[in-house]
């Protein structure tokens, strides 16, 4: 007997899940989602072996729910399942990136005698939809859990079992100390992310060239804010009381920063950059076997490659050939000289490790990890 896992919200997240949880065979994976272009890709992609033609009905034969939507549209569907006929012995759970609220209206489905037990996975992407779901995206990263007061050792146990194809690391968490730590390392910084755009575009008439300069630094600090709205507003709004303590402590920041650089002063200044990279250098990295923590992970490999037309198709044939595949490529444009480099992206260290050994031996190119 396979276990029934329903997946409402088939996007980046959602499909994503999908396709870790087929590794698993004795799982069927029935599919839902408000669009259903999105489901039929889903289903065309081998993401899910069915679909439901609504949400109560992907519910009602479910043994495991798992609610990938937006966080606001989670909470409002939550409240339409209080009368849908879920089986005795079902968990409910989500991938929301906040977890208090999420929990708060689950009261309702757990007033009823369903297990609800919250679920966020920390890793992600600023692209959003099922054409991005890839199988490996929580391998290594932590997968939170929020129970209630009164699920069991035994109904964790069954959730983990789970979520064990997904290679992440599960953890249990209070959700308001979920939400407390999401806020500084993940839901702040994508604040401070669209407001340094924001700052960029509102400079822009005065300084029409400034954004032909943004290279990658700024491109490096503000890649997030390419992230879907609709997720980050609904975040917004249910982390709120963390945000507002989050933004009065940088408002402090910023002061001290105004009075370092009135005070004009090289040993603070260097002090500041250089207990900013102290701490960030012991981060979990990018190393071989590190685990992905908060930190968006990229494994990058720079390659200087001739400034000729075909150089891309080269590389990424002799990619394909060897089976490897890659997230993302890019030209960087900071060379004024006959060379540019091109960024290739991996899933993994070890990915990014194979393609070095097959590109060394196919082609003379110099390339870098940085
Ligand atoms: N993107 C990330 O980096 C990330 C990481 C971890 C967790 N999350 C959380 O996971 C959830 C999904 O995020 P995502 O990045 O996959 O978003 P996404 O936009 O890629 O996917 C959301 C999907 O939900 C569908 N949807 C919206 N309303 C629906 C409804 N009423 N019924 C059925 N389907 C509906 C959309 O059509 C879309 O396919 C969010 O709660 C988000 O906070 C996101
Ligand atoms: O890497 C990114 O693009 C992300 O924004 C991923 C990220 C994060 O902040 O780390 C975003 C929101 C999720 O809840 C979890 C992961």
């Excluded at 849908?84 to 079902?90: G, M, N, R, S």
């Excluded at 507003?233 to 009135?262: F, H, K, P, Y």
Aim: aromatic letters at 8%.
């Amino acid at each position: 007997m396979k276990t029934t896992v329903s997946i409402i919200g088939l996007g980046l997240i959602g499909g994503s899940l999908g396709l870790a949880l087929k590794r698993n065979p004795k799982i069927h994976i029935v599919g839902f989602d408000r669009s259903y272009a999105t489901a039929d890709e889903a289903f065309r992609r081998g993401i899910i072996d069915t679909v439901a033609p609504s949400a109560k009905s992907a519910c009602e034969q479910a043994d495991f729910v798992v609610f990938a939507t937006p966080v606001n549209t989670t909470v409002a569907l939550f409240e339409e399942a209080v009368n849908w006929d879920f089986k005795e012995h079902v968990i409910v759970s989500d991938t929301g990136s906040t977890k208090k609220p999420i929990m708060d209206a689950a009261k309702v489905l757990q007033e009823k005698g369903i297990t609800f037990i919250g679920g966020h996975p920390m890793a992600g992407s600023h692209k959003s939809g099922v054409s991005a779901a890839m199988e490996h995206l929580f391998e290594n990263a932590y997968y939170i859990l929020t129970p209630s007061e009164t699920t069991t050792e035994e109904q964790i146990d069954v959730i983990e079992k789970l979520l064990s194809s997904t290679k992440a690391k599960l953890i249990v968490l209070q959700a308001e100390e979920h939400d407390r730590m999401t806020a500084i390392i993940s839901h702040f910084p994508h604040i401070v992310a669209s407001s340094l755009v924001g700052r960029l575009a509102a400079q822009e008439e005065q300084q029409p060239f400034v954004k032909k300069l943004a290279a990658g630094g700024f491109r490096d600090l503000t890649r997030i804010a390419s992230a879907d709205p609709v997720m980050w507003r609904d975040i917004t709004i249910q982390n709120r009381e963390e945000l507002l303590s989050q933004v009065d402590g940088w408002l402090d920041e910023m002061n001290s920063i105004r009075a370092m650089l009135e005070d004009n002063n090289p040993e603070h200044i260097f002090d500041f950059f250089a207990q900013a990279k102290t701490y960030r250098d012991q981060l979990p990295s990018t190393n071989e076997g590190a685990v992905q923590g908060a930190l968006y992970m990229t494994f990058d490999l720079h390659i200087d490659v001739p400034d000729h037309p075909g150089v891309i198709s080269e590389i990424t044939k002799i990619l394909a050939e060897a089976n490897i595949s890659l997230t993302n490529i890019r030209i960087v444009e900071t060379r004024t000289d006959v060379y540019g480099i091109l960024v290739v992206s991996f899933q993994s260290a070890t990915e990014r490790k194979r393609a070095r050994q097959v590109l060394t031996a196919e082609t003379d190119y110099s390339m870098h990890v940085l």
